[in-house]
């Protein structure tokens, strides 16, 4: 059994953000490969930003949180900056996922908590 354990409250936003995270950075990386300079609207920063805040909720207390970065509304970024922040975030909430889910006997794949 994993001796690394996380908190159920973790556990769910991970569950309930990943999917959203998931979705959210491949809808950037066809958009990037369309259009990777195109400017990301103020409306859309604020969208990406309200779910990365969470996700960074699940992250908090991981080494990979000081390389996450939010959206600066000001730099107003494009495209290609959207995706690559994107995917820094969904392998920061692969690795917790495999840091912290995994098989326990009798129990199957479960969350250590």
Same mark, same amino acid.
């Given at each position: 059994?994993?001796?690394?354990?996380?908190?159920? &409250? =973790?556990?769910?936003?991970?569950?309930?953000?990943?999917?959203?995270?998931?979705?959210?950075?491949?809808?950037?990386?066809?958009?990037?490969?369309?259009?990777?300079?195109?400017?990301?609207?103020?409306?859309?920063?604020?969208?990406?930003? =309200?779910?990365?805040?969470?996700? =960074?909720?699940?992250?908090?207390?991981?080494?990979?949180?000081?390389?996450?970065?939010?959206? &600066?509304?000001?730099?107003?970024?494009?495209?290609?900056?959207?995706?690559?922040?994107?995917?820094?975030?969904?392998?920061?909430?692969?690795?917790?996922?495999?840091?912290?889910?995994?098989?326990?006997?009798?129990?199957?794949?479960?969350?250590?908590?």
């Amino acid at each position: 059994m994993s001796t690394n354990k996380t908190t159920i &409250d =973790r556990a769910n936003t991970h569950d309930t953000t990943m999917p959203l995270l998931n979705s959210m950075y491949t809808e950037f990386k066809e958009l990037s490969k369309k259009k990777p300079e195109a400017v990301i609207s103020k409306n859309k920063i604020k969208i990406v930003n =309200r779910l990365l805040e969470k996700v =960074r909720e699940v992250l908090v207390e991981e080494e990979s949180i000081e390389f996450l970065d939010l959206l &600066d509304e000001d730099d107003v970024p494009q495209t290609s900056d959207v995706t690559l922040i994107l995917s820094q975030y969904v392998a920061a909430m692969n690795g917790f996922h495999s840091k912290y889910y995994g098989y326990v006997s009798g129990e199957g794949h479960i969350w250590h908590v």
